[in-house]
């Protein structure tokens, strides 16, 4: 593959993890190897029963006890942002892997359960021919400098605001 680069998928609207999810995808249809770590989250979605049936190209961990956006981090959170950041650190430097996608670092980031200089670091040591994709909201202009590819979406419009919750299939 060549040089591995860093993206980032950031801002207040939908679609960053579902868009590092479909380059994950294309990197299995490709042959690739892919390691995808969740910060935060601890739900069980529709996209684990896929990448379920890609595991010999997909890896998925989550490092998360539950969405914190409605609720204070406890020691629970950071133990576990902790312990995904140690075997994370391991992953991109083993360059066993030509995808790395973080998903919500940034909202872990954010919320103090691993902090900036963890994402920098991260992002200066990866081997050299791996990819790095960092999703989440909060996104810190450090990590945006080090970036080759910075995406912000934007909502503009969403169907919650009519009262639609999360769907299967869709949001979850």
């Known amino acids: ?51 379920e049936r890609l595991n010999q190209f997909i890896t998925l961990k989550q490092y998360g006890m539950g969405l914190i956006l409605k609720r204070k981090p406890n020691d629970n959170d950071r133990k576990a942002a902790q312990e995904g950041l140690r075997e994370i650190r391991d992953v991109l430097r083993s360059g066993t892997y030509d995808v790395v996608v973080l998903d919500e670092a940034n909202v872990a980031a954010k919320y103090d359960l691993i902090s900036i200089e963890d994402i920098l670091e991260l992002i200066d040591h990866k081997a050299e021919g791996t990819e790095l994709i960092i999703t989440g909201r909060y996104a810190d202009e450090r990590v945006m400098q080090k970036a080759d590819l910075v995406t912000e979406m934007r909502e503009i419009k969403h169907y919650k605001e009519k009262g639609v919750r999360a769907r299967i299939g869709i949001e979850k």
């Open 1 to 51: 593959m060549g040089k591995g680069y860093v993206q980032v998928y950031t801002g207040h609207g939908k679609g960053k993890t579902t868009a590092a999810l479909g380059l994950a995808v294309r990197a299995a249809g490709a042959g690739l190897r892919v390691f995808i770590a969740q910060f935060v989250k601890h739900e069980r979605c529709s996209e684990h029963a896929m990448i």
